[in-house]
């Protein structure tokens, strides 16, 4: 099977991260994608980070309905932070029957030399793009395993979704009916927003 990776903390996770997940199995021509939850991301801050059991849960009603798409905890049992080209080698090596794509928004892809290990990924992997507002041009965009889509663009983040859920503001919309209520339920107290 032809699997897309897409990674993220889904903090929380939006329509952004579903309408991506789903238009890439098209443009791509993928089998499935799999929303792989990040525990820590090296780049994040945990303090700002919704609990990665209440994320994993999230992802789940989301994509409930989806057969396509899948959720992934693999990160959860491998060692902190977590790294992409760990989880990508540990993934190959456990599913030798499938091919895996790593599933980027642009943005990642202009600072992508700075990721550990990055020259790896790309000798092992190709790299499934779909642009990102405002993002100043890369020449990795030009590189053989670089595959740019035209996916849909919405420009919503996690962190505008958590501010509105910590002031008493709607959501709706936003994310699936489901993580709404979850949301609400759940985590609205104690959501953490950026300092």
Not at 6 to 12: H, I, V
Not at 60 to 67: E, M, R, S, V, Y
Not at 138 to 142: D, V
Not at 166 to 175: A, C, N, P, T
């Given at each position: 099977?032809k699997?897309g990776l897409?990674?993220?903390?889904?903090?929380?996770v939006?329509?952004?991260?579903?309408?991506?997940?789903?238009?890439?199995?098209?443009?791509?021509?993928?089998?499935e994608?799999?929303?792989?939850v990040t525990?820590?991301n090296?780049?994040k801050?945990?303090?700002?980070?919704?609990s990665?059991?209440?994320?994993?849960?999230?992802v789940?009603?989301?994509?409930?309905?989806?057969?396509r798409l899948?959720?992934s905890?693999i990160?959860f049992s491998?060692?902190?932070?977590?790294?992409t080209i760990?989880?990508?080698?540990?993934?190959?090596?456990t599913?030798?029957k499938?091919?895996?794509f790593?599933?980027m928004?642009?943005d990642?892809?202009v600072?992508f030399?700075q990721?550990?290990d990055y020259d790896?990924?790309?000798?092992n992997?190709?790299?499934l793009?779909?642009?990102?507002p405002?993002v100043?041009n890369?020449?990795?965009?030009?590189h053989?395993?670089?595959?740019?889509?035209n996916?849909p663009?919405?420009?919503?983040?996690?962190?505008?979704?958590?501010e509105?859920l910590?002031?008493?503001?709607?959501?709706?919309?936003?994310?699936p009916?489901h993580v709404e209520?979850?949301?609400l339920?759940?985590?609205?107290?104690n959501?953490?927003i950026a300092k």
């Open positions: 099977m699997i897409l990674f993220g903390s889904f903090n929380p939006h329509i952004g991260h579903l309408i991506i997940a789903n238009s890439m199995i098209d443009l791509a021509l993928l089998d994608v799999w929303l792989v525990p820590l090296p780049f801050k945990q303090n700002e980070l919704i990665e059991t209440e994320r994993l849960n999230m789940k009603l989301a994509i409930k309905d989806n057969p899948k959720t905890d990160e491998l060692p902190k932070p977590n790294y760990d989880t990508l080698l540990f993934l190959k090596d599913y030798p499938h091919e895996f790593l599933v928004g642009e990642n892809l600072k030399d990721w550990k790896l990924i790309f000798e992997f190709e790299v793009v779909y642009p990102r405002y100043p890369t020449q990795l965009k030009i053989p395993r670089v595959h740019i889509y996916c663009l919405l420009d919503i983040s996690s962190t505008y979704i958590r509105n910590k002031y008493g503001k709607s959501i709706k919309y936003l994310v009916q209520e979850y949301l339920k759940n985590v609205k107290k959501v953490p």
